[in-house]
């Protein structure tokens, strides 16, 4: 129902979003940078009316529990900014991949976020060794024992 109403929204004709920026900005799922006088006043998304952003947000909400990549990542921003920007951050990736699938003739390939979940975990193995180093300390492999 999510795509079809997606669908139904945007129709099937990406020629008017040359870029997922343009895509994104007209669903208003990213920044607003709002800016005078060298000051940024507000960062907040805008507000927009648009059937296929809240379709897109509600598909977001629902990864709440999912074990994939997409679900991982919506659990790690709501960590650290919050659940209503998680859903909006990841509602904006939802929207970039949508528009990757809406305008590229070939198939959508998973294995692109696996690797990007495995990239984050070896990120935080070597900085929680380079905290341990710090702190004068050594990170060891846990070994199961099986008896």
Avoid at 13 to 28: H, T, V
Avoid at 95 to 102: G, H, N, P, S
Wanted: proline letters at 5%; hydrophobic letters at 35%.
């Amino acid at each position: 129902m999510t795509a079809q109403s997606i669908l139904a929204e945007v129709g099937l004709d990406p020629s008017r979003f040359p870029k997922q920026k343009n895509f994104c900005s007209w669903l208003g799922l990213c920044p607003d940078n709002r800016i005078t006088g060298g000051h940024v006043k507000s960062t907040k998304t805008r507000k927009v009316n648009n059937r296929a952003a809240t379709a897109f947000r509600m598909a977001a909400q629902s990864l709440t529990h999912s074990g994939g990549p997409l679900g991982a990542y919506y659990r790690r921003m709501r960590a650290r900014i919050g659940p209503a920007e998680a859903i909006t951050a990841a509602a904006h990736k939802l929207a970039r991949i949508f528009y990757q699938l809406w305008t590229e003739p070939e198939l959508y390939d998973p294995t692109l976020l696996e690797r990007h979940e495995q990239q984050h975990t070896q990120r935080m193995i070597n900085s929680l060794r380079k905290r341990a180093r710090s702190f004068g300390l050594e990170l060891v492999p846990q070994t199961l024992v099986t008896q």
